[in-house]
């Protein structure tokens, strides 16, 4: 092989390998965009701030309008009314407060656990 030659195979292989790693890191950031800081744990006890005594019925990971939150549900002793507290999954940040009656929990559908036979 000639120098030349061999001078342009290794630029091409630089040139290759940089602009993998160039992608690579693009993508870490996206996936780090998406990423949820907030944990389950971290979500229900800042919930819990808006409740005093009351207690965790369910948490779930959601996205809106390509935002993460978590919809913490919580039951307060003596209540039939359930409080929705949405968390930001990032900086968890209170997003949303909201009372919910008995028939607006009826309204949601129930979510349904398939069995393998």
Do not use: C
């Not at 790693?21 to 701030?49: F, M, P, Q």
């Not at 929705?84 to 656990?113: C, F, M, N, Y």
């Amino acid at each position: 092989m000639k120098p030349k030659d061999f001078l342009r195979s290794v630029i091409l292989i630089v040139g290759l390998s940089a602009f993998g790693i160039s992608s690579g890191v693009a993508s870490d950031k996206n996936e780090a965009k998406h990423s949820s800081k907030i944990t389950k744990a971290r979500a229900e006890r800042i919930a819990l701030t808006k409740v005093p005594g009351g207690s965790i019925r369910s948490a779930e990971l959601e996205t809106a309008r390509g935002r993460r939150f978590w919809s913490v549900y919580i039951a307060k002793p003596g209540s039939k009314n359930a409080k929705e507290i949405r968390v930001d999954a990032t900086s968890g940040q209170i997003l949303a407060v909201q009372t919910e009656r008995p028939e607006d929990q009826a309204e949601e559908p129930p979510k349904t656990i398939k069995r393998l036979a």
